[in-house]
């Protein structure tokens, strides 16, 4: 597996802000869980074939743009106060002919329920229940 992108001040993206953002995810599907300590997971894995790597990437781009314009000052452990964190990997399967990413995403209830009102397609998954 190959790390693509890790938070941290090193290597953050931040977008310009005041963009606007069309939230809309096909690619990846998501699952959340809790922990006991009101910490959430928002685990989204997308399995593509090489044509349709690109879009998938960018809809995780644009997940995580949506997070740096909203909680710009809010990034990194949650369990130590903050808003969001994530990881973003990918990996290539069957000789480079699938793509896989996966993006997970740390959040605190303030940053969840920012994103279920950006992300509603997200929560009307009877997966996520």
Known sequence: MSLVEAGG???ARRPVMGATFACTVQYLLFEQTEATDGVFTLEAMAS??????????AEARQVLDWAWQQFPDAHGPV??????DHDLQQ??????????????LTASPRFLDAFARAFPEVFNDPSLS
Not at 48 to 57: E, G, I, R, V, Y
Not at 79 to 84: P, R, T
Not at 91 to 104: A, D, I, M, Q, S
């Open 9 to 11: 001040p090193d290597n």
């Open 48 to 57: 593509t074939p090489a044509a349709q790597h690109a879009a998938a990437m």
């Open 91 to 104: 990996t290539t399967e069957e000789g480079g002919r699938w793509h896989v990413v996966v993006l997970t």
């Open 79 to 84: 369990d130590e106060g903050m808003d969001w």
